[in-house]
């Protein structure tokens, strides 16, 4: 009888970290308390805090666990992924889009707040360096490039900060048809620097 | 006796406008009251309330205010700034500072709140609209971009969301030197895509 209950206890604890994004997004870091993502999640408030004591440790992992599934799915994409041109095309529109939704906003949310915030902070700086090393990892293989030719490492990083900055550039208003622009020709230069580059 | 009197108001309205620039930096929208501002500005609320009736005029004429007023001084500094590449490179570098200081971190502030906030939305994506405009404007005044040549409008404006999202990677941790590094790199792209397309 013991595995139902390891189930159901492993689900309620998804639909907690999937509702706690959500109301991220949706309602930031104020409006978050354990309480209401209980409440959006169809879970007791006891259970909540048993699984998550604190408004922190919920949406701390809530969006730790939500990337990194999110980039695990996008690395199992990669052997499909087509060769050159197309291939490095493909790889900065996917990464505009991670960037431009929910997640995003919902993570966005949490490192703001986390500015004015010192206890909040001491769990988000670690978070994103985390998030911020595996993005990066699978970009550089995702491009098949090699870092240790000169500039090519930061390249990639540019590839990653500019998706965010047209993330936040798509929080208040729809931005989808500036960005695709944007990104196509950043694609261009980017191919370049990492593939014709000597 | 009315010149006076007016200087004092001018002056009044100065302070309050840098101190919600602070107020907001540091301790987020929530922390950033007409009361709390007031304070810091050394005026009364009610002197305050006289000049800013609400959190939402205070906040959003402090962040068009002192971003007019940084595009206008860099406006007059565009006469010194050295021909080719060197150019190009420090008008990334400088757009780079921009978004890495006070002044972003406090718009940051204010977009995200605005994203969960209709009242606030309604004033801050006109906002975001005006300022977005007059920055691209600049860049390519100072790149000497020429727009019509396909791909530079595009490369102007990545160059503007890259910093964006520099400067929220600047926000909890001390970015500065990774920024550096990247920002060279992507000036030398960015001449390529400006002054050498073909």
Excluded at 48 to 61: G, I, N, Y
Excluded at 160 to 187: I, Q, S
């Amino acid at each position: 009888m013991a595995e139902p209950q390891q189930d159901r206890s492993r689900a309620t604890r998804r639909r907690l970290l999937d509702a706690a994004v959500g109301c991220l997004a949706e309602l930031g870091w104020t409006g978050s308390t354990v309480s209401v993502v209980a409440e959006r999640a169809g879970v007791s408030r006891g259970a909540a805090q048993h699984h998550f004591p604190t408004r922190e440790d919920l949406v701390t992992a809530a969006i730790e666990h939500v990337t990194d599934e999110r980039l695990a799915q996008l690395r199992a994409d990669l052997p499909a992924l087509p060769p050159g041109y197309d291939r490095t095309e493909h790889v900065v529109l996917t990464i505009g889009e991670m960037y431009a939704g929910k997640l995003f906003r919902a993570a966005l949310q949490l490192w703001v707040a986390a500015a004015s915030d010192d206890t909040l902070r001491a769990k988000v700086v670690p978070l994103e360096a985390h998030v911020g090393r595996e993005a990066h990892r699978l970009t550089v293989e995702a491009l098949d490039a090699d870092e240790s030719h000169p500039g090519v490492r930061e390249s990639v990083q540019a590839t990653l900060d500019l998706a965010r900055g047209l993330g936040l550039a798509n929080v208040l208003t729809d931005d989808t048809k500036r960005r695709d622009r944007v990104l196509r020709e950043w694609a261009r230069s980017l191919h370049r620097s990492v593939h014709e580059a000597g």
